[in-house]
């Protein structure tokens, strides 16, 4: 489980940085900073997407 999720985030933070070359992954290991209900609301916002993503991923 922890390898999939790996590859996952791999994938997931290989295509931001490819269509966002200048922003500074290294803040992404540092903690969210943000109150829990906000990053909440960002993570079901961003769950479609997600889906996306996950079924263009060969796993």
């Known amino acids: 489980m922890k390898d999939t999720s790996m590859t996952c985030a791999h994938s997931v933070l290989g295509l931001v940085k490819f269509h966002f070359p200048s922003l500074n992954l290294s803040k992404v290991g540092e903690g969210m900073g943000c109150p829990e ?13 997600a889906d996306k993503v996950a079924g263009m991923l060969d796993l």
Request: proline share 8%; hydrophobic share 40%.
């Open 37 to 49: 209900e906000q990053f909440n609301a960002y993570v079901d916002e961003a769950e479609p997407l």
